[in-house]
């Protein structure tokens, strides 16, 4: 089975496209202030954690990769600097079932103010709100309204579909899968 074939997570993957196609349009306002390419894996850092919805996902993506690339992976567990999902060239082994946090790194994430730590805020926007992004991106203009994406919409709208998975599947809504996990299971 694949995840599209998963009825349980239709609305995840509903979601998904349409943040894909938000990343799209404040990717293309973004103009050339954004400077993340192929290649670039500084936001692919060790540690992530996934809502049940997003690790079955993830886990549905491993079992789809060759086992070669598995093992290779698993065989860089204990030692990867990053995210254990990183393949040999600094690639995501998972790019097209990668979770909404990664779709979405890089460019400018707006959050109302008081929602993410002081030293992720780059700067304020004209509501007020607090305006996060690489460091790399937007280096000589802030970003334009086209250019940023409403990020604390995104996650409650995860939270309400990751709710309604875990309901369906009798699991903690509010448990955290690592990555890690996933890999070594698999
Ligand atoms: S899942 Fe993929 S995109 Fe996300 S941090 Fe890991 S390697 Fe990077």
Redesign the pocket.
Known sequence: MSAHEDASLSEYLALRDKVDAFCAAATKASGDGLRCAPGC?G??VPG?TLSPVEARVVEFALEALPEGRRGALRERLEDAEG?V??DAEGR?S??QA??LV?RTQGLALVYPHGVIPAQAIVHRDAQGRDVSHCPLNFEHQKPGPGATLDADRVDRLLALVNLRFAQDRGVDPGQRVA?TTLLAAD
């Open positions: 894996d936001c692919c992530l995210c999902l990183l995501c998972v790019y990668r979770p990664c990555i």
